[in-house]
């Protein structure tokens, strides 16, 4: 029986984060099988799996892949942007496309990547819009049935892919003449097939093709791009392929063909999707509906606007009720989206545990070929994408489309189709709230933020003091540390400094105060963190689970939620000051009493320092000013030019000062000053001093 990569319990968690329906993919298992397809082919010297962008086209699994030594093999224009906005480059990329824009190989040609040729025509077509590449692979189509074991897998001469034979001997000659350096050969014959003998089936043919050619035009081919079309077990009762003994069957076939005729130099590339990614992702979706006619259906919030291939193929994805998956399926559903469309079925007697409304339901095997085939039929808006770290966190790596999105290319008709967007409230969860406060304590106190991580480095290139290179060296292996065994950066973990800003299209359901509050108190007490809050000023009895936070709230345009929690140890906030200058005493007065807070506060905010500033209002609003200007991004330029020159100027005035890394003298004082301003009396000048420490730690979601 096929069971989710995620329990239950997690996954109830995750949904009240992130409302479904959501694709949910499993880091563990995607890395696991990147080893163990490059492992199965390690013989063969030259292997590179290249990923077919198309089945997941998302940049942090490609990312994934890319830490696993794979390539990618891209079709079109966009998934070549996004294979080089991953990082990309080179012979990295497989160009395998048909009928393809001049643009589109122009782009490919610049990238270098390696472009697989469909057609005889397009070398000149090539030639004429990009120039001919020293490397080039063509995709080979032998025509007829390719059988295996007297079976027909499928009809390549119904395909419209690829070079027959004799125009693959023509096109080698006229490519050698036109300059090329290196051949490569490419097919693809089948689709998600289910026996061991496919790859290798395919590889001889492939193989041998190529001692013909050798032999033909003396033309040794370089590489052969066996493709993708191993397929994976859909159904439980399914036999799955197995990659170790398709890999040695390649290689003896490899060993009869190519090495026995002095070719055993050849590399072997794979371009797997489905493989790759399929049963490590799922579509997650909730029971809307009951209804019981002639037969009984369940409606899910998910329709094939997010998942097709049943509707399009008829295809089989295995289902699981979470929560009861040790229960008997003794029940009979047709599971059902929302489409005007009758094909718009999941499952047709299906039989399941009795299903309630409410219920999560999970559909299997959806990693590839899922989301990507996802569309807008009946207005339907596309589902966010999330990912199954393998510390058990989770990543929205992709948001949910929202009207918004659906909208954006009609903007030139004229027509506003936002204008009564008001009265459409979006709801979110106190729960989703929660879970999302007690993440992001944990991630503040665990892992420096990047922009104060380089920062660090920054100051550690320049410092030429030993005790304070030390210092800083040892900042940035704690913070590491800190990361990676999931540890506090610092033993004060702070009082939960929290900033929401809340869309006007939002009401929570719940006590959104209480929702935080719960946040911050299941992250501390999940993590061990310290409880460092006082329930009274002066009596001093410690409220044992570090609430109540310090809460402060803004509005802005629109249905999302942000929310910024920002520990705040008191090493720091005990140096902090604030002033009520007069008018009189102008920039002078304002930047000589910045000073004068980060003089005195020496080496007991544990510097290099971050100084926030907070200018005008009331006393009170400079001081939250200065608060908030601590979350700004390090390195970052004030968007003022008056104040970007003053922010610059006190950076180097403060560094001056020589109180350097925990105080030991240096170069680094602060990493940075930020400076926020408000409209103030005309009799007053407020000024408020917020000092954080070297990792002034904060964290920021979006709901």
């Known amino acids: 029986m096929k069971a989710p990569f995620v329990t239950h319990e997690k996954l109830e968690e995750i949904i009240a984060r992130y409302n479904t329906p959501f694709y949910l993919y499993d ?19 030259g292997f590179k799996e290249y990923f077919a962008v198309k089945a997941t086209p998302n940049p942090v699994i490609l990312k994934i892949l890319r830490d696993e030594g794979c390539g990618v093999d891209c079709s079109g224009m966009t998934e070549l942007m996004m294979a080089e906005a991953v990082g990309f480059c080179g012979a990295e990329i497989m160009f395998s496309s048909n009928a393809t824009p001049a643009e589109e190989f122009i782009y490919a040609k610049k990238l270098g990547a390696i472009i697989n040729l469909d057609d005889f025509t397009h070398i000149d077509f090539l030639d004429t819009r990009a120039g001919i590449p020293a490397t080039i692979c063509l995709r080979y189509n032998p025509g007829g049935s390719f059988v295996i074991s007297n079976k027909i897998m499928d009809v390549p001469g119904e395909a419209k892919y690829g070079f027959t034979k004799r125009q693959l001997l023509e096109g080698f000659i006229k490519l050698r003449d036109m300059g090329v350096k290196e051949f490569g050969l490419h097919a693809f014959l089948a689709s998600n097939t289910l026996t061991n003998a496919y790859y290798p089936a395919l590889a001889r043919l492939l193989f041998e093709t190529a001692v013909w050619l050798k032999a033909e035009t003396d033309i040794p081919v370089s590489f052969i791009n066996l493709s993708g079309g191993i397929g994976i077990p859909y159904k439980p009762e399914d036999k799955p392929n197995d990659i170790n003994v398709i890999a040695k069957m390649v290689r003896d076939v490899y060993d009869e063909t190519l090495a026995a005729n002095g070719l055993g130099n050849v590399a072997i590339f794979s371009e797997l999707g489905r493989f790759m990614l399929g049963p490590y992702g799922c579509l997650v ?11 009984n259906y369940i409606g899910l919030d998910a329709c094939a606007a997010n998942l097709l291939r049943p509707a399009m193929y008829g295809a089989y994805h295995h289902i699981t009720v979470s929560g009861k998956e040790n229960l008997p399926c003794d029940h009979m559903y047709d599971i059902t989206g929302s489409l005007c469309e009758n094909n718009d079925k999941f499952a047709i007697n299906r039989k399941l545990p009795k299903i309630e409304t409410g219920d999560r339901i999970v ?3 959806a990693g590839a070929h899922g989301f990507a085939m996802g569309y807008n039929y009946n207005g339907k808006l596309k589902s966010a994408e999330l990912l199954l770290r393998l510390d058990g966190d989770v990543e929205l790596i992709r948001r949910a489309e929202t009207p918004a999105d659906y909208f954006a290319t009609l903007n030139a008709t004229g027509y506003d ?15 989703q709230i929660t879970a999302t406060v007690a993440e992001l304590c944990a991630k503040a106190n665990f892992e420096i933020s990047e922009d104060i991580r380089t920062a660090l480095n920054g100051a550690l290139a320049v410092e030429t003091s030993p005790l304070a290179r030390t210092v800083l060296d040892t900042l940035l292996e704690n913070a590491s540390v800190a990361a990676r065994e999931k540890l506090p950066i610092c033993q004060d973990t702070g009082m939960a400094v929290v900033f929401i800003s809340i869309g006007l299209d939002i009401h929570v359901n719940g006590d959104i ?14 993590c061990y963190f310290r409880s460092s809050v006082a329930r009274d000023p002066i009596n001093r009895v410690n409220t044992g689970d570090n609430t109540p936070a310090v809460i402060y709230y803004d509005f802005e345009p629109g249905d999302k939620l942000r929310i910024t929690v920002a520990p705040k140890g008191f090493g720091s906030e005990n140096m902090s000051k604030v002033c009520m200058l007069n008018p009189s005493d102008g920039l002078d007065g304002v930047e000589d009493f910045i000073l004068e807070t980060v003089r005195s506060a020496g080496a007991n905010p544990c510097p290099p320092v971050i100084v926030g500033v907070g200018i005008g209002g009331t006393m009170d609003k400079a001081a939250l ?3 908030q200007a601590l979350t700004r991004e390090v390195g970052s330029v004030n968007a003022d030019p008056f104040w970007a020159e003053v922010e610059a100027r006190l950076l180097v005035r403060i560094n001056e000062l020589g109180i350097g890394p925990a105080g030991f003298g240096g170069k680094t004082t602060t990493l940075g000053a930020h400076i926020l301003t ?20 904060h964290r920021t979601a979006v709901i």
């Open 27 to 45: 880091e563990k298992g995607i890395r696991e099988n990147a080893r163990r397809v490059n492992e199965s082919f390690a013989w063969n010297k």
């Open 285 to 295: 979706a909730t029971a809307a509906h009951k209804k019981e006619i002639y037969k």
């Open 363 to 365: 559909i299997h095997d």
């Open 417 to 431: 189709f936002e204008k009564k967007k008001s009265a459409r409230l979006r709801f979110i969860d106190a729960a």
């Open 513 to 526: 105060n209480e929702a935080i509050n719960e946040g911050v108190r299941r992250g501390y007490a999940e």
């Open 625 to 627: 000013l200065s608060k």
């Open 678 to 697: 408000y409209p103030t009396h005309i009799a007053g000048l407020p000024v408020a001093v917020n000092i954080g420490c070297h990792a002034t730690r």
